[in-house]
T-cell receptor
Framework: RKEVEQDPGPFNVPEGATVAFNCTYS??????FFWYRQDCRKEPKLLMS???SGNEDGRFTAQLNRASQYISLLIRDSKLSDSATYLC???????????????FGSGTQLTVLP | DTAVSQTPKYLVTQMGNDKSIKCEQN?????MYWYKQDSKKFLKIMFS???????INETVPNRFSPKSPDKAHLNLHINSLELGDSAVYFC????????????????FGPGTRLTVL
């Protein structure tokens, strides 16, 4: 089983649609969770951290379910500029130097169509 | 103001050559990383340094040798390049506070696209 698994997509949605991405992780000791965004031929950039209580940033909502080891990202009212690959990212846990090691999912590709 | 910079941006070279990629961060971070992103877009960590000390060394051929002259720089030297080394190499940095829990946010450089012919 991969440490972080995502549906690769691609997701092709019309402007204004709501789209949800899911991610599962295998290490129950993981403490930190993130969604990164990577545009074509660019570097990954942090989109948002994911907290147990769920968190929202504008049109983006992230949820974490520790019991199921599941993370989600919801994008409402999608824009053309949301087209990118969304990477689910999980840290390894709190022991030793590996705590700082992030494991990246392979990404979910989103294309928002006009 | 560039936070994490890498040079060169593109590198095309012949099999068997030796090449280096340089990385610098001006964020004052203590920890720096090298990642490899292959043609399937899978981003995998190779090395991590904390304050010039190697803390993560994943299963990477020993043809790859990182060097950190100071905590703001982490260079990657690759000997005897092979076709399979073709990929995009990203440098990243993050804070490394003394506390166990941190934000772990990593800031990435623009990447070096390596093509081995």
């Amino acid at each position: 089983r991969k440490e972080v698994e995502q549906d690769p997509g691609p997701f092709n949605v019309p402007e204004g649609a709501t789209v949800a991405f899911n991610c599962t992780y295998s290490n129950s000791a993981s403490q930190s969770f993130f969604w990164y965004r990577q545009d074509c031929r660019k570097e990954p950039k942090l989109l948002m951290s994911v907290y147990s209580s769920g968190n929202e940033d504008g049109r983006f909502t992230a949820q974490l379910n520790r019991a199921s080891q599941y993370i989600s990202l919801l994008i409402r009212d999608s824009k053309l500029s949301d087209s990118a690959t969304y990477l689910c990212v999980v840290n390894k846990g709190i022991s030793s130097g590996s705590a700082r090691q992030l494991t990246f999912g392979s990404g979910t590709q989103l294309t928002v169509l006009p | 103001d560039t936070a994490v910079s890498q040079t060169p941006k593109y590198l095309v070279t012949q099999m068997g050559n030796d090449k280096s990629i340089k990385c610098e961060q001006n964020l004052g971070h203590d920890t720096m990383y090298w990642y490899k992103q292959d043609s399937k877009k899978f981003l995998k960590i190779m090395f991590s340094y904390n304050n010039k000390e190697l803390i993560i060394n994943e299963t990477v051929p020993n043809r790859f040798s990182p060097k950190s002259p100071d905590k703001a720089h982490l260079n990657l030297h690759i000997n005897s390049l092979e076709l399979g080394d073709s990929a995009v190499y990203f440098c990243a940095s993050s804070q490394f506070p003394g506390a166990l829990i941190s934000t772990d946010t990593q800031y990435f450089g623009p990447g070096t696209r390596l093509t081995v012919l």
